[in-house]
């Protein structure tokens, strides 16, 4: 559990200094191919398997390497490139809430009650989360927040 932690710690850190030179996208490939490398030792016995697995089996790999792999991971990077990542790992503890609702509203093996639970537990420390780093920056006018807000000039005969 440490390891994973520390892992995923490398490379939020990792992809935050590479997205300042690579797209969303141009970074996810290479990762994506940086993890699969190590793989290739697999293949010669995924060349055998992959002649017998069904087709259903195949999509199945097919899609789950598509959606929750690849758009999961763009998406991710390209909102990593434009907000701070301490902000945007907040946002992974409404995985769990997102997938479990997924799974109650396809089958009916998800229990409610532990749905809310953990939703209710999940979306707090989210919310103590963004609302201790609002609290931290200090107070912003409205039109700061907006953009709006004048901009101090620079008096270029003077000096300032």
């Not at 994973?4 to 141009?26: N, V």
Request: glycine share 4%; aromatic share 12%; charged share 10%.
């Amino acid at each position: 559990m440490l390891l994973s932690a520390l892992a995923t710690a490398a490379y939020f850190i990792l992809s935050k200094r590479l997205l300042r030179h690579y797209s969303a996208i141009e970074f996810t490939c290479y990762a994506i191919w940086a993890g699969t490398v190590p793989m290739l030792v697999f293949a010669p016995s995924f060349a055998r398997q992959f002649q017998h697995a069904a087709p259903s089996a195949t999509l199945a790999v097919v899609y789950l390497g598509i959606f929750p792999a690849a758009i999961a991971y763009v998406l991710s990077n390209y909102a990593l490139a434009r907000m701070p990542a301490s902000l945007m790992t907040t946002f992974l503890y409404l995985s769990p809430v997102l997938a479990a609702l997924i799974a109650w509203c396809g089958s009916a093996r998800c229990r409610p009650c532990s749905l809310w639970s953990e939703a209710s537990w999940r979306l707090s420390g989210l919310s103590s989360c963004t609302r201790a780093d609002r609290h931290a920056k200090g107070p912003q006018s409205e039109r700061e927040v907006r953009g709006t807000a004048p901009q101090p000039s620079i008096d270029h005969a003077q000096g300032t």
